[in-house]
């Protein structure tokens, strides 16, 4: 079954940077896009950024802008995002997403980001 394991958050100063990893398995990863999202608390989740199946185009929101960036291995079945110069605003649960299978779009647990001095 398509399961998807994000790591590398954890507590960052700001202006700090991190990395997660979103590891895929039971699909073929190199054939559909993926994306991070993120919700903060009492807010609704909201895209971050978005690759494509070979990784040739990107998308961001305009919040991250500049200062994120969303890659892959398809090598690996990894999809990234390097998150510079963060700041509180970026606290929340990030999520890597699937594009749809199918019918079907698979959602990571999710790995908690706190930016906080």
């Known amino acids: 079954q398509v399961q998807l394991v994000e790591s590398g958050g954890g507590l960052v100063q700001p202006g700090g940077s991190l990395r997660l990893s979103c590891a895929a398995s039971?699909?073929?990863?190199?054939?559909?896009?993926m994306s991070w999202y993120r919700q903060a608390p009492g807010k609704e989740r909201e895209l971050v950024a978005i690759?494509?199946?070979?990784?040739?185009?990107?998308n961001y929101a305009d919040s991250v802008k500049g200062r994120f960036t969303i890659s892959r291995d398809n090598v690996k079945n990894t999809v990234y995002l390097q998150m510079n110069s963060l700041k509180p605003e970026d606290t929340a649960v990030y999520y890597c997403?699937?594009?749809?299978?199918?019918?079907?779009?698979?959602w990571g647990q999710g790995t908690q980001v706190t930016v906080s001095a």
């Open positions: 690759i494509t199946s070979t990784g040739g185009s990107t």
């Open positions: 997403k699937t594009a749809k299978i199918l019918t079907v779009a698979y």
């Open positions: 039971g699909f073929t990863f190199r054939n559909y896009g």
